[in-house]
């Protein structure tokens, strides 16, 4: 079985920095692309940033510029570098892993990101 588990979440002022990090342990799996979603409270979740396996990433619209994804899938790992944060920017964190099976498709329980002064 694998687990998936955030971490780095807190409460930060606007302006501020965060640095997620996501990891798997458990059953061995080869980790093909990762990604952060993010959920705030009566919105649907939406994708924040994606990396694939060459390092070729994706960012939504409302963090290019702010937010970086960063990989080392050899240990089962990505992490979201969070720049400039707004309030806007306040939501539980998810983290996703996946191989090359469909059912390699492994998610976190979240990590809460609440800016605000």
């Known amino acids: 079985q694998v687990q998936v588990v955030e971490s780095g979440g807190d409460l930060v002022q606007p302006g501020g920095s965060l640095r997620l990090s996501c990891a798997a342990s458990?059953?061995?799996?080869?980790?093909?692309?990762g990604g952060w979603y993010r959920q705030a409270p009566g919105k649907e979740r939406e994708l924040v940033a994606t990396?694939?396996?060459?390092?070729?990433?994706n960012y939504a619209d409302s963090v290019k510029g702010r937010f970086t994804i960063s990989k080392d899938f050899a240990l089962r790992m990505v992490y979201l570098q969070m720049n400039s944060l707004k309030p806007d920017d306040t939501a539980a964190y998810y983290c996703?892993?996946?191989?090359?099976?469909?059912?390699?498709?492994?998610w976190g329980q979240g990590t809460q990101v609440t800016v605000s002064s």
């Open positions: 996703n892993l996946r191989g090359m099976r469909p059912s390699q498709d492994y």
């Open positions: 458990g059953s061995a799996f080869v980790v093909y692309a």
């Open positions: 990396i694939n396996k060459n390092g070729m990433s």
